[in-house]
C-alpha cells in the first residue's frame, strides 16, 4: 500500500540524517521510553488483563517488568557497546590497525505476537533503538487493548519518521512485508515465518525468526528434585501454558527406589 511505502521511506530518509547514531539521541530515546512505560504502568497492566485476562503481577513479571530491566540493562552497556574493539591486524594489512565497528542496520519491522503482546514488541525495540535504527511495529490484532496503549504512548514519544505503530489484520501485515527494510524481527507460528523469512529473501534482509518449537527439561541426577518440580512447573504454566520455550517434556535419570539384585 502507498502509506506503507511512504512510511518506509520517510524513515529511511530520517535514518540517511545520521541522527539516530549519536549516541546520546539513543540514550534519550531510551529514557524516554522507560519513563512512558512507568507513566502508563497502569494502563498497560489494564489492557493485558483485558485482552488476555492477566492477573497483575504477571502483568508486571513476565511483560513490563522484564522491559525495564531491559532498558536498564541497555543504558548501562550502550556506551561500551558502540565503542570500537580492537582486531588483531592480518598479514596483508601489517603496518595498519584494525577495528570492529557496530552499525545500524537502518529501517526495522518489529512483528509481535499475541501471548506476550507487550513484551515481544517493547523488548526488540530497545535493541533497535539502541543500535541506531528507525522502526515500525507491528502489534498483535488479537490484543486490540494493548496495541491502542502501545499505539498511543508512542505517537507521544517519538515522530512516525523515526518509531511508528501500524494495526491491523493479517493482511496488513502482508502489506508490510512487501516492503523493504533493513532487518525484520518476527516472534510467531512456525507456518508465518516461512512466509516473513520468503518475503525477506526477495530484498536478502537479514531476519531474526523467534519461532515456537519443541523445548526440553533436562534434569540431572545431583538435581533437587522439590525445587527442580516446581520450576518446571512455573515454567510451562506461566502466561496460561502459551510461552515459546515453555517444557514440552522432561529427561531425567531414572531413579530406583530400591537397590537392584543380581542373581549369578
Given amino acids: 500500500m502507498k ?16 541522527k539516530t547514531k549519536d549516541i546520546e539521541f539513543r540514550i534519550t530515546a531510551l529514557h524516554k521510553l522507560r519513563d512512558a512505560i512507568r507513566s502508563h504502568e497502569q494502563r498497560i497492566i489494564e489492557a493485558l488483563k483485558t485482552d488476555l485476562n492477566k492477573s497483575e503481577f504477571e502483568a508486571y513479571s513476565t511483560e513490563i ?13 550502550l556506551r561500551a557497546w558502540v565503542r570500537p574493539r580492537r582486531v588483531k591486524t592480518p598479514l596483508t594489512h ?19 505476537p499475541w501471548n506476550y503482546p507487550f513484551q515481544l514488541l517493547m ?11 528507525c522502526a515500525v511495529l507491528k502489534p498483535s490484532e488479537l490484543t486490540p487493548r494493548t496495541a491502542e496503549v502501545l499505539e498511543r504512548f508512542i505517537r507521544e514519544l517519538y515522530p ?7 494495526q491491523g489484520d493479517a493482511e496488513v501485515s502482508q502489506a508490510l512485508l512487501k516492503e523493504q527494510y533493513d532487518t ?12 516473513v523469512m520468503e518475503a525477506a529473501a526477495k530484498h536478502s534482509t537479514p531476519v531474526i525468526l523467534e519461532l515456537g518449537g519443541k523445548s ?20 510451562k504454566f506461566i502466561n496460561a501454558g502459551q510461552t515459546c520455550v515453555a517444557p514440552d517434556y522432561v529427561s531425567c535419570r531414572p531413579i530406583s527406589c530400591f537397590p537392584i539384585r543380581r542373581r549369578y
Fill in 184 to 195: 525484520i524481527f518476527f516472534t510467531g507460528s512456525v507456518a508465518v515465518g516461512r512466509f
Fill in 123 to 133: 523488548a526488540p525495540l530497545v535493541g533497535a533503538i539502541a543500535a541506531g535504527n
Fill in 216 to 235: 526440553p527439561c533436562i534434569v540431572h541426577e545431583d538435581a533437587n528434585l522439590k525445587i527442580a518440580c516446581k520450576r518446571i512447573a512455573w515454567g
Fill in 65 to 77: 517488568g522484564y522491559v525495564l530491566e531491559e532498558i536498564g540493562f541497555t543504558l548501562r552497556h
Fill in 160 to 166: 512516525e519518521e523515526h518509531i511508528a505503530v501500524v
Fill in 94 to 112: 601489517i603496518g595498519s590497525r584494525s577495528y570492529i565497528y557496530s552499525e545500524p542496520y537502518g529501517v526495522a519491522l518489529i512483528i509481535a
Fill in 3 to 18: 502509506e506503507y511505502h511512504a512510511l518506509v521511506s520517510r524513515q529511511r530518509q530520517f535514518f540517511q540524517t545520521g
